[in-house]
């Protein structure tokens, strides 16, 4: 069994925003599970609900408009969401931390760095008021930031800085679960690869597990060991990094990595995957691709499609895969 | 080192409002007249209500700098010690009202939906009306008086705060570094006033600011109506009030209490606005 390697396993994950009679089927029935020290990455377009389902493990959902409907989430074999509130404080951020997208708006401007480190520390654990800032003082270093800074506002650091001033946060506290909500978007190339160094470095060395969210699939390479490809709320392809790069399954993952520029053949144009995501409002019958799809049959919209195994390891949502390659293992 | 650092924020403002020109005036102007109002005792050279009947209605002259007025009282004495009470009731009332204000508004902007939705519509009828009216109103009602002058005047600043509070909420709210302090697990409290009422209290620090000088002038409206502080009490919009019968006759008695109420509420005004641009965090580097 390696249910002792398993530390976060999400069951049926449905949420919904409503605006006035509106309702937004953010995220549909979505299922994972997680080994300690792995790296999940979750890929997928704006607005295809990445960020909702990390903000569900983290219980940080804005209510309204954002409403759990179903599912369970189950992180070291307790389930979070039925869990009372008390109890999850001592979850939340100590045991799962969240890096956030934007470092220019996830510093408070008005607290030193130093500070807001420190406020972390001292809300789980039992330091003294100095322990806990020699802590974030460690924290710092850690993170390749001088610990004379340690007074310095966010509006003295740089956007590279400040995603590492982040970062320290984040992982203060030793969590053993990160959320990494596109961590590097805001950063330039070489920033970004510095800073994705640095998170490797750290988890590998906490044994910490990630969910990278993401949309780029050069981090995805670079990071991640299982992918799940996210597409209108429902995960439409699981696989391993490996797996999903040498052979992409669904119409959709194929469709992304075509449209990736590439180096070798002198292409004009890129070729984008034509049309938008549905109408989350009303999300079309069977497979929420099919209407962008190039290989959409009748079939497609008849059913909800199953989550096939097509491979060992490798899940694909999609009618059209050919049966021999859905049953050969 | 870290004590000094972390004073920079502060130092860095009150440098910047230094610097700026009409702001340096209008610290200097207020300086000088809030230290001559507190110093009255030892700068007057006639007691708060004594009366000399032999000199009344005397203009200005080297023994009394400012004239006496009706009773033989030393003008300028009589506006040091006047002052005390504009000022007092200026500053409490602008004070009482934005913290009011402040409270209610964070609490509309941070809670949302439906307490949001009464908060400001109760706001709309309260700013609906005059805010003189309502000072009228309540002054009437609980009868005058220094405290009950300081309630009413505070009564009008609460919706200016609260709205603007409010609006800053609304614009802050949706920054990460509010959801990170959720994720850490900070308390409600805790987010609404360690991390997000700093960040949104500099336009009502400089609207209080402003407010004290309109304040001033409301105060002196009331006194002058007779609502206000009441005489012997030497308020300035009372003394205004005293002098308004003799104003063809002995100009300077309504002039010089007309001048002391421009000249602070300018300096006010002047500061108010040199604390809007050092506040004004698109300025900081």
Same mark, same amino acid.
Request: glycine share 8%.
């Given at each position: ?329 | ?57 005397? /203009?200005?002259?080297?023994?009394? %700098? *400012? ?7 030393? @003008?300028? #004495?009589? &506006? +040091? ?31 949302? /939906?439906?307490?949001?939705?009464? %908060? *400001? ?7 609906? @009306?005059? #805010?003189? &009216? +309502? ?31 409010? /609006? ?118």
């Amino acid at each position: 069994m390696n249910d002792e390697k398993k530390i976060l396993s999400v069951r049926d994950l449905e949420v919904v925003y409503t605006s006035g009679k509106k309702v937004v089927q953010a995220v549909n029935k979505v299922s994972f599970d997680m080994n300690k020290g792995e790296t999940l990455a979750l890929v997928g377009e704006t607005g295809a609900g990445k960020t909702t389902i990390a903000k569900s493990i983290l219980g940080i959902l804005p209510n309204p408009p954002a409403k759990l409907i179903g599912g369970e989430i189950w992180l070291e074999g307790e389930e979070l969401i039925s869990m009372p509130d008390a109890k999850k404080l001592k979850i939340k951020g100590e045991k799962i931390a969240m890096i956030f997208q934007d470092p220019m708006t996830a510093l408070n401007p008005l607290m030193t760095v130093g500070d807001q480190i420190t406020e972390g520390l001292l809300l789980h654990n039992d330091y003294t008021k100095e322990e806990a800032i020699e802590k974030a003082e460690e924290m710092l270093e850690l993170v390749g930031i001088p610990k004379a800074r340690y007074v310095e506002y966010p509006f003295e650091f740089s956007g590279g800085m400040k995603q590492r001033v982040v970062i320290a946060m984040a992982l203060a506290c030793n969590p053993i679960l990160l959320l990494a909500d596109e961590p590097t978007t805001a950063l330039d190339v070489t920033i970004q690869a510095q800073v994705l160094d640095l998170i490797k470095t750290l988890r590998v060395k906490h044994n910490t597990s990630m969910i990278l969210i993401t949309h780029d699939l050069g981090v995805v390479a670079e990071t991640s060991d299982n992918v799940a490809v996210v597409y209108a709320g429902k995960i439409i392809e699981y696989a391993t990094k490996k797996d999903l790069f040498l052979s992409p399954s669904h119409p959709y993952t194929i469709g992304l990595f075509n449209s990736l520029p590439s180096m070798t053949q002198g292409q004009k144009r890129l070729n984008p995957i034509i049309g938008s995501p549905p109408d989350p409002t009303c999300l079309p019958m069977g497979c929420s691709f099919a209407p962008r799809c190039p290989f959409v049959t009748e079939e497609c919209s008849k059913e909800e499609i199953p989550f096939a195994e097509i491979a060992e390891g490798h899940f694909c949502r999609c009618c059209n895969l050919k049966q021999e390659e859905k049953t050969c293992h | 080192m870290r004590k000094e650092k972390r004073s920079s924020l502060f130092a860095e403002t009150m440098s910047r409002i230094w610097s700026n020109p009409g702001a340096k005036v209008g610290i200097i102007i207020l300086v000088i007249i809030v230290s001559a109002c507190i110093f009255a005792p030892f700068i007057a050279s006639y007691g708060l209500n004594e009366m000399d009947l032999k000199n009344m209605f005397k /203009g200005p002259s080297a023994k009394h %700098i *400012m004239g006496t007025d009706g009773m033989g009282r030393d @003008l300028f #004495s009589r &506006l +040091l010690y006047g002052g005390r009470y504009s000022l007092a009731l200026g500053i409490c009332a602008a004070v009482v009202g934005s913290v009011i204000g402040i409270i209610i508004g964070s609490v509309a902007g941070y809670l949302g /939906g439906q307490a949001e939705t009464i %908060i *400001m519509r109760f706001m709309d009828i309260w700013s609906s @009306l005059p #805010s003189m &009216l +309502l000072c009228i109103l309540i002054s009437a009602v609980l009868g005058a008086g220094f405290f009950n002058t300081v309630l009413a005047l505070s009564i009008g600043n609460v919706p200016i705060g609260v709205r603007l509070i409010r /609006g800053q909420i609304l614009s802050e709210r949706s920054k990460e570094y509010l959801e990170a302090a959720e994720s850490i697990n900070c308390s409600k409290i805790s987010i609404m006033f360690r991390h997000l009422l700093p960040n949104v209290i500099s336009p009502v620090i400089v609207d209080a600011t402003m407010g004290i000088g309109m304040t001033i002038t409301m105060a002196a409206a009331l006194s002058y109506i007779g609502l206000g502080v009441q005489p012997p009490t030497p308020e300035w919009g009372a003394m205004l009030a005293d002098a308004r019968t003799h104003i063809l006759n002995y100009p300077y008695l309504i002039m010089f209490p007309g001048l002391f109420i421009a000249l602070t509420v300018l300096a006010i005004n002047l500061i108010g606005d040199g604390l809007r641009d050092a506040m004004d965090p698109k300025l900081r580097k």
